[in-house]
């Protein structure tokens, strides 16, 4: 530890960069160890648990993981408080799947499991980090950053076909074009349920679910609009169906939601299909067995297509189904 620099009426006091250190008093006995730290150099209550839960704050010398612990009077107590990590992602080399690429654009093939942009809990091993290690002396800037245009998104374990800017000139205008829906794109989903009609729109609003804001539902103040086409390609007796699904807008979880409202939840969603179906169990217990135990959403972004946001040029794209989603169409099909 560094020497400390106390102060001299008890309260905590900052000592060189990094550390933080205070003598206890005798007012202070029993405060709360984080307690005492919590504003010091700027550090919120939960920064400062999760400092001292990692090992980095010390009595008299010896460390404390408690963050409870209840003051002595007299004890010297100090905080390590390391650098702040640079905001910007960084690099990370790892295999995508290019289906286009010019000095504009990239469009992809997402695998499930795969988070699309740096967030809390994902702070690497993302998409942004793999597209600055491939392409990070192609980028041009966008927003005065050297960083990709993150113009649309899938969810973490939702596959498929996605565009991304490389330029401050295709992110604008991939952006325009996807506010504007002046693009076609469609899913392939694995649901519940065989739809009736085998094909129609759901036009329901969505917005945060009220007793879980975890959760989209849709709702009926407050929510935002929502439309989604579909149309059943396929139907396992009366138990499965694979629906193709075409957005008219993009929210938030939206096939999801709009598949689950109707009756019809998505294969796999650990979200908005909480219970065994009741039509599972008119299958035969080998595909029966493999959908129940599927560990993502049943959803893969099957196409996109749009003109090229600086030559205009029409491209379209697609990508068939992933090895996961296939196997569980062929366990379908032979019934094993």
Same mark, same amino acid.
């Given at each position: 530890?560094?020497?400390? &620099? ?8 900052? &000592? ?10 005798? +007012?202070?006995? #029993?405060?709360?160890?984080? /307690?005492a730290f919590a504003g010091m150099g700027g550090l919120s209550r939960s920064r400062v648990k999760a400092l001292v839960e990692g090992g980095l704050a010390a009595r ?9 612990? @209840? ?10 408080? !390391? ?5 910007? !992602? ?23 499991? %795969?988070?699309?942009?740096? $967030?809390?809990? &994902? ?5 942004? &980090?793999?597209?600055?290690?491939? =392409?990070?002396? +192609?980028?041009? #800037?966008?927003? #005065? ?19 991304? =800017?490389? @330029?401050?000139?295709?992110?604008? $205008? ?7 829906? *002046?693009?076609?794109? @469609? ?11 085998? @094909?129609?729109?759901? +036009? =329901?609003?969505?917005?945060?679910? !009220?007793? *879980?804001?975890?959760?989209? =539902? ?31 807008? #993009? ?25 065994? !179906? ?17 560990? /993502? ?6 196409? %996109? ?22 196997? %569980? ?8």
């Open positions: 530890m560094s020497a400390r &620099n106390d102060t001299s009426d008890g309260k905590p006091g900052e &000592n060189g960069p990094g550390v933080l250190s205070f003598t206890a008093t005798a +007012e202070q006995a #029993g405060d709360r160890l984080d /307690r008299d010398g010896a460390v404390t993981r408690d963050p409870s612990e @209840s003051l002595r009077p007299g004890a010297v107590y100090t905080l390590s408080v !390391p650098p702040p990590e640079a905001a910007t !992602p960084l690099p990370q080399a790892m295999h995508l799947t290019i289906l286009y690429e010019d000095r504009d654009l990239i469009v992809l093939d997402k695998p499930a499991g %795969l988070v699309v942009h740096p $967030a809390p809990g &994902n702070p690497d091993g993302t998409l942004v &980090n793999a597209i600055l290690a491939h =392409a990070g002396e +192609e980028l041009s #800037g966008i927003g #005065g950053e050297k960083r990709p245009g993150i113009v649309h998104r899938l969810d973490k374990d939702t596959s498929g076909v996605m565009v991304v =800017a490389k @330029s401050e000139a295709a992110h604008h $205008a991939l952006s325009t074009a996807f506010a504007e829906r *002046d693009l076609e794109r @469609s899913y392939l989903a694995l649901a519940w349920g065989v739809p009736s009609p085998s @094909s129609g729109s759901v +036009e =329901a609003s969505i917005g945060r679910h !009220p007793a *879980d804001r975890k959760r989209m =539902a849709v709702v009926t103040r407050g929510g935002k609009h929502a439309l989604t086409h579909y149309a059943t390609e396929r139907a396992w007796g009366t138990a499965c169906a694979l629906v193709r699904c075409r957005l008219a807008t #993009g929210r938030t979880h939206q096939i999801r939601v709009h598949m689950a409202h109707i009756g019809h939840p998505l294969v796999g969603d650990p979200v908005y299909c909480r219970r065994v !179906p009741a039509v599972s169990r008119s299958l035969p217990e080998g595909p029966r067995e493999a959908l129940l135990a599927f560990p /993502r959403q049943a959803l893969h972004a099957q196409s %996109l297509g749009f003109r090229h946001p600086v030559t205009g040029a029409p491209l379209s794209f697609s990508s068939p189904l992933p090895p996961d989603m296939a196997a %569980l169409v062929e366990a379908l099909d032979t019934g094993a």
